[in-house]
């Protein structure tokens, strides 16, 4: 005899499906007895396997973990509600892991506090802000006692791995923040971090630089298969908030913000980021004030000392005095320029110095000029006395050698600028009351002669002094406004 029976297994209950067959030697009570105890000894051990798959089916089958609202009250939330989401915060929150998770991320820039020229790094304070979905978190905000936003602890929760490609220092972020939670499973984080970035700094143009530096948002683990970056904020809102944030006048002011969005391929990964150029640009008062004011003011009097008489005993010293201070001024100031490069405000420095040692040397030949002039006077060369005639008289027709006596100048000895005593200079001339006096001592006739024919000489080298002065001086001014305005048109571009 043989029995079919045919019924649907469930977890839990003694129904299963079962097909057997009967030995046709048995008695009915004996094949009924072996019958039972085998219904019976199945369930024990194929049942339970059952269970746990379908299980475990169900619940890779389900979208979100729904909040047990009894946990929610006006005083507080019982942590047993979110234990179930608070233990897959090692595993990325998605209900299909072929799928990647969007993470929204913005900043705010809230201090510079350092931009160090010579290691090329940029110290800044800003607050990351991201903004991504859990899936597993959901709750009803009229059945929960109108909760609609919950803090939970960071630490409970996933959290991606965004960080910065620029940083040069370990994050320092401080332990024991929150995270805001919504009704519909989305999770807010802020993020307080100090950031030493590289940055590739150009001082050329100090005090009056600009610098781009760049803050690339990227994660470390996930390619673009599990994680997209994205913008919770527009560029503009993002720039906006961070100048309202940033109270202090240090040295530095924000000018913009820009973003590229380009993906970073390493190997054969594939990762997203969004790169952000943020702008900066020095205040220059303390360098203007520190610097380019007592330098321009030193070179001043530099210039004015030309109009010092040549024949005067204190423009060389007044000279060397000037050059001394600008050196001393250049000493102290020396910390406040850029440890490194060559910025513009350095050849500007070095221009002005170099404009002093000219002028002093300029002083120390016509200095000498006016001493060879005044002691033992060369014959002028031809073409020298035609130039210099050129120069003091351009209408008249210029001599090719030098004429005698006072009429080549037309000026007499009196008349010799720089020259207080001519007269004692080269002698007088004595007169004919005198004529008997100098024969009864013995003046040399020959000798009066020769004074006469010096005297010329000496006017001449002393005009040719105080013209090579007056070129000289303005052959400085040019010099000194050609390189100022270079320097000024430099900077402002």
């Known amino acids: 005899m043989h029995s079919i029976q045919n019924q649907e297994p469930r977890c839990g209950s003694g129904s299963f499906k079962l097909t057997g067959l009967g030995d046709p030697g048995e008695s009915p009570e004996t094949s009924l007895d072996r019958r039972m105890k085998e219904r019976w000894r199945w369930p024990a051990r194929g049942e339970v396997f059952l269970c746990l798959t379908v299980s475990l089916l169900l619940q ?53 506090l350092e931009v160090d020229a010579q290691l090329q790094l940029l110290t800044s304070f800003m607050w990351m802000d991201l903004v991504w979905d859990n899936p597993f978190i959901s709750w009803n905000p009229e059945e929960c006692v109108g909760i609609k936003k919950l803090t939970v602890s960071a630490e409970n929760l996933w959290l991606p791995d965004i960080f910065i490609l620029e940083s040069m220092d370990v994050d320092q972020t401080p332990s024991g923040l929150t995270a805001y939670v919504s009704s519909e499973g989305r999770i807010k984080y802020d993020k307080p971090m100090k950031v030493t970035s590289i940055c590739n700094l150009d001082i050329f143009y100090f005090p009056f630089d600009q610098q781009n530096c760049t803050f690339t948002f990227s994660s470390f683990l996930y390619t673009v298969d599990s994680m997209l970056l994205g913008m919770d904020k527009e560029v503009w809102e993002i720039t906006d908030t961070s100048r309202d944030v940033i109270r202090t006048q240090g040295e530095w002011e924000l000018l913009g913000i820009n973003k590229a969005t380009p993906k ?3 190997g054969s990964n594939l990762y997203d980021q969004i790169m952000f150029y943020v702008a900066i640009r020095r205040r220059p008062s303390l360098y203007i004030i ?39 001024f250049l000493l102290m100031m020396n910390d406040l320029l850029p440890a490194s490069g060559t910025p513009l405000i350095s050849v500007y420095f070095a221009l002005c110095l170099s404009l002093m040692v000219a002028s002093l ?50 000026l007499t000895a009196t008349h010799l600028p720089g020259l207080k005593e001519p007269v004692e200079l080269v002698g007088k001339v004595p007169g004919p009351g005198e004529a008997e006096l100098t024969g009864s001592s013995g003046w040399p006739r020959a000798q009066q002669e020769q004074e006469t024919r010096e005297q010329p000489s000496v006017e001449l080298w002393v005009r040719f002094s105080h013209m090579m002065d007056t070129l000289l001086f303005r052959l400085y001014l040019l010099f000194m406004a050609s390189s100022i305005l270079t320097v000024i048109v430099l900077w402002n571009t």
């Open 60 to 112: 890779g089958r389900g979208n979100t973990f729904t909040i047990n609202c009894s946990g929610f009250d006006q005083h507080g939330v019982d942590p047993a509600a979110f234990q179930a989401v608070f233990d897959r915060k090692a595993f990325r929150p998605v209900v299909n892991f072929s799928a990647p998770t969007h993470v929204n991320l913005s900043f705010t820039l809230s201090a510079i």
């Open 264 to 266: 970073m391929s390493v």
């Open 290 to 328: 520190n610097l380019l004011v007592p330098s321009s003011f030193l070179v001043a009097i530099d210039a004015l000392s030309f109009y010092l008489p040549a024949e005067s005993e204190n423009r060389a010293p007044f000279k060397i005095t000037l050059l001394l201070g600008y050196n001393v």
């Open 361 to 410: 040397l300029e002083t120390v030949f016509i200095t000498y000029l006016l001493h060879l002039a005044t002691t033992q006077p060369p014959p002028m060369p031809w073409w020298l006395h035609a130039l210099l005639l050129y120069y003091t008289s351009p209408r008249k027709c210029c001599p090719t050698a030098p004429q005698k006596g006072n009429k080549g100048l037309g």
